[in-house]
Structures are given as C-alpha cells and as structure tokens.
C-alpha cells in the first residue's frame, strides 16, 4: 500500500492560516488524497479529498502537486476548534478500508 | 438528522468478561466500518461490513472478535473474554454506497477499559 509522509506536529496562531504537508511519492494513479482530523476524545471528521484538481470546502481547501506525489491541506482561518490530529490518507480504487498513520497534530494558539 | 451512534460510551469489563459494542450506522447507510485505537496510536481498520455480509475482516483478530451487521438492528462488535490489552476506544464509521472516495461518517467511539 502506498504510505503518506507528514510531520508531526505544528503550531499556528488564531486566524492565521495553517499550511499541512504530506508527501506520498508512491501514490498509484487511482488512488484518492483523503484527509480526516480528530479532535479531542471524539471520532474522526472527513474534512476533504481529491483526486487530480484543487478542491475547496467550507473546511478547508487541498491543493495537489501536479506529479501528485504530495498534497497541502490548508485551512485558511485557523480557530481553536481546529486543534486537533489530522490525518492525510489514500485510499484505493479497489476498497474503502481507511489506513490511518501518525498524522500531524496542530496546536492553534490564542 | 441522526449521526452515526454508539453504545455504550464508556464500558468497563474485567478480564474474561464479554464485552458488546453496538453501532447504529447513518440513516440509509449500508456500509458499516469498525476501528480501533489503542492509547496514544492511530486508528486501526478491523473490519468492513454490508448488510448481512462481511466484505473484509482482514484486521480483525481471529480469535475472540466477532463482527455482525443484521439486516434489521445496528451493528454489534464482540469481544469474548476480555484482556488488559483489548483497552482501547473502538470506532464505527458508515458510507451510504461502496465507492471510492466516499465519505466515512464516524461515530463518537465506544471506551473500552479491561480491568
């Protein structure tokens, strides 16, 4: 299965955009960028997915490398409730089972 | 609309005790996710359920846990005689259709604690 890379943690100030890196050099060509965060004591949250094209939400936007060998989730105004583990996933053409790794956990401060 | 529910919150078992975990999917959803997480990790897939059928127990312990979707009534996950290391905050997601790149909607986790 094709990995994603990303840090571990990060800090952001309130209001000011937060900026996620993740890299899957090794993303096959059917494979959708998934990500989902989880917030303190509760479960996960969909937040956004591509494939191929830049993609904007209420969330958040993704903004994908044109070789897709790496994606950047950005949330454009950061508030405290967006503390929390984000997670950066692939998933396959073929399944639906969600592969969670370490994810990069963001601290917003006030 | 109602999310994805579970229960119990919050279910606490000794050692060798049956522990059940139950899951109501999303009105209209047919697909049923189970994970679990154990303290300070990431989630990890168990198994992946239809309507009556399970398409993909592949993380799943073989022994000990059981899955089940019933055609009518949520989705049960058991667990026979509990240990310490079962301790962990299991999660049931639900998706309406299997495709890719559909959405998983998460319930708010069932704690589990083995005394």
């Known amino acids: 299965d094709a990995k994603t890379t990303q840090p571990n943690s990060m800090e952001s100030n309130e209001e000011e955009p937060v900026h996620l890196p993740c890299n899957h050099s090794t993303i096959s060509g059917t494979d959708y960028i998934h990500w989902y965060r989880q917030l303190p004591s509760q479960g996960p949250e969909y937040v956004i997915h591509?494939?191929?094209s830049n993609v904007n939400n209420r969330m958040a936007s993704l903004a994908i490398a044109e070789d897709r060998k790496s994606s950047t989730l950005i949330l454009h105004r950061a508030t405290l409730r967006d503390a929390a583990v984000y997670y950066c996933i692939l998933l396959k053409a073929a399944g639906n089972k969600l592969t969670f790794g370490g994810g990069t956990r963001v601290l917003v401060k006030p | 609309n109602a999310g994805v529910m579970q229960n119990p919150r919050h279910l606490v078992r000794r050692r060798g005790q049956e522990a059940r975990l139950r899951c109501s999917p999303v009105k209209g959803h047919s697909h049923v996710y189970w994970y679990r997480q154990l303290p300070e990790e990431g989630l990890k897939f168990m198994v992946y359920l239809q309507k009556e059928n399970i398409i993909d127990e592949s993380g799943m312990p073989k022994e000990r846990f059981s899955a089940e979707f019933p055609k009518e009534g949520p989705s049960i996950l058991r667990i026979q005689q509990v240990v310490r290391g079962d301790s962990a905050a299991y999660f049931c997601a639900s998706s309406p259709r299997s495709i890719t790149g559909e959405t998983q909607y998460f319930g708010p986790g069932t704690r589990l604690l083995v005394l």
């Open positions: 591509g494939l191929t």
